[in-house]
């Protein structure tokens, strides 16, 4: 079991910055991958941002250049450095966390609201 606890969203003006934050607790060492995504009233949930370990970071084009993706896995959180913000960036961003033993099993966090405005 898996446990996640997102935080450090907020309000921020266009071309501003943020960081949002995932705290995992449980059974941590059973963590593989670690994703981002985000959902907008109204719209689908997508991918933003993916990183595991012996791969490179994955990036939706949408924000390519702008995210960071990082993993600190001695203290268990993942964060999403979010510079250059837009208006379209809006949404409840959650962090998800794939098993090591079996990717279809993904625990989910409560989500936490990014509201940039213009």
């Known amino acids: 079991q898996v446990q996640l606890v997102e935080s450090g969203g907020g309000l921020v003006q266009a071309g501003g910055s943020l960081r949002v934050s995932c705290a995992a607790s449980g059974s941590t060492f059973s963590i593989n991958a670690m994703v981002w995504y985000r959902q907008a009233p109204g719209k689908e949930r997508e991918l933003v941002a993916a990183i595991s370990s012996g791969a490179s970071p994955y990036y939706a084009d949408s924000v390519k250049g702008r995210f960071t993706i990082s993993r600190d896995n001695a203290k268990n959180t993942l964060s999403l450095q979010m510079n250059s913000l837009k208006p379209e960036d809006t949404a409840m961003y959650y962090c998800?966390?794939?098993?090591?033993?079996?990717?279809?099993?993904?625990?989910w966090g409560q989500g936490t609201q990014v509201t940039v405005s213009s």
């Open positions: 998800a966390a794939y098993s090591a033993y079996d990717p279809k099993i993904r625990y």
